[in-house]
């Protein structure tokens, strides 16, 4: 059973940092895509970042590109999202997903192409 649990998240005004963890069991983390996720109350869930299963590739949403980092460590089986310059809209719960995709160097856009999700963390961004 593949589990995924995330920390870092917290409350932090408008211009700081917050670094995202999460950390995966049951199966090496290299055996899967990666990808963050938000989900603001009243909004749909949206993908911040992906990543290839060898972390050569990522992908940002265009909302968040310059100021966060996604990375992964598979030695370590846990992927980060070092967050930048955040904006009272980045308010969310953060989520973590694995992917079984079978290439090594490609990404993830799509949610139900993930098949192992975090509970989530809260950001919260004041003004």
């Known amino acids: 059973q593949v589990q995924l649990v995330e920390s870092g998240g917290g409350w932090v005004q408008a211009g700081g940092s917050l670094r995202l963890a999460c950390t995966i069991s049951?199966?090496?983390?290299?055996?899967?895509?990666l990808g963050w996720f938000r989900q603001a109350p009243g909004k749909e869930r949206e993908l911040v970042a992906a990543?290839?299963?060898?972390?050569?590739?990522?992908t940002y949403s265009e909302s968040v590109k310059g100021r966060f980092t996604a990375s992964r460590d598979n030695a370590k089986n846990t992927t980060y999202l070092q967050m930048n310059s955040l904006k009272p809209e980045d308010t969310a719960v953060y989520s973590c997903a694995a992917s079984r995709q079978p290439l090594e160097n490609n990404v993830v856009l799509k949610i139900p192409w993930y098949d192992y999700w975090g509970q989530g963390t809260q950001v919260t961004v004041s003004s």
């Open positions: 990543l290839s299963r060898s972390g050569g590739r990522t």
């Open positions: 049951g199966r090496p983390s290299i055996n899967y895509a």
